[in-house]
């Protein structure tokens, strides 16, 4: 993992909004605004983390996750799938790099669709939508 990401950022990082955990556990959209000044390479994506292997494996089995930039899909042959286990913790990291904005709004949106309720080992997680739209200003 760490050779993947390599220091380049989050685009989350960057975000002007912050969300509660229990925003996050409960399908909807979330919204995001991220001001650049000048291009900048960022990661982006989807995390799911649970308290085994086992676990991460039956629930990955039920989240179908699309991406989109600027309103088109990006394929999932553009797209890395990192596994990490540490402890009492696996995550999946369903990824994509981010890079040569020109200037200008951009559109980056993630959406987790769970197929059925979900429990991770931490909580419970109801089927549906779970997404994040972000509006990406570059420049001035």
Not at 118 to 131: P, T
């Amino acid at each position: 993992m760490e050779s993947f990401f390599a220091g380049t950022p989050f685009l989350y990082e960057f975000a002007l909004e912050e969300y509660s955990e229990e925003a996050h556990m409960a399908p909807g959209v979330l919204t995001y605004t991220v001001m650049m000044e000048s291009s900048q390479a960022v990661m982006d994506g989807y995390v799911w983390c649970t308290t085994t292997r086992d676990i991460l494996n039956e629930n990955w089995a039920k989240i179908q996750v699309s991406m989109e930039l600027n309103d088109r899909a990006i394929r999932r042959e553009n797209m890395d799938l990192e596994v990490y286990e540490d402890g009492d913790i696996a995550c999946n990291f369903l990824t994509v790099l981010l890079s040569d904005w020109p200037d200008g709004q951009h559109s980056f949106a993630v959406t987790a669709t769970f197929t059925a309720p979900l429990n991770d080992g931490f909580g419970d997680y109801a089927a549906g939508d779970y997404s994040e739209v972000y509006t990406i200003h570059v420049g001035d």
